[in-house]
């Protein structure tokens, strides 16, 4: 099954940890999301953690990989889904011009927060290990952090 991911699991180390044997499948666009911080963090030692809501007109950039249903299962658990996390199909398009479609993690959200500056670059080199638009990494590199 396909795994849009837009936050630390789209760093490869984060991810062969959490799902040893997935395959990296993409870097992809979510149109209309935008990426927001709107949980507190209980395994970064403070800050938000990533969460993706509607938002017309935006773009959200991530990893689309390859799961099994264990891998699911071991997300759900880290992400504590259904409590903090539910899941939601979305329809990713491939930086080739592919559309994919996968499910993502959206957060059952409490707030806006910062994020922990050791969370955020585990996004930004996540997102650079996957080659996501120079544009994209800026604005990740742009987002203030809780220390």
């Not at 259904?82 to 899941?87: C, K, M, N």
């Amino acid at each position: 099954m396909l795994y849009f991911a837009y936050g630390a699991n789209m760093h490869p180390g984060n991810m062969r940890k959490r799902c040893p044997g997935c395959s990296f499948v993409a870097a992809a666009r979510l149109r209309d999301h935008r990426l927001v911080f709107s949980r507190l963090s209980t395994s970064w030692r403070g800050g938000g953690v990533a969460d993706i809501q509607p938002a017309p007109g935006t773009i959200v950039e991530g990893v689309v990989w390859d799961i099994t249903d264990a891998h699911r299962d071991a997300l759900d658990t880290y992400e504590d889904y259904p409590t903090a996390y539910t899941r939601k199909h979305v329809v990713a398009e491939t930086f080739d011009g592919r559309t994919l479609t996968a499910f993502a993690y959206v957060a059952r959200p409490r707030g806006e927060y910062r994020p922990g500056r050791r969370y955020l670059a585990q996004i930004i080199q996540g997102a650079r290990a996957h080659g996501l638009s120079p544009g994209y990494v800026a604005s990740l590199e742009a987002i203030p952090t809780e220390d």
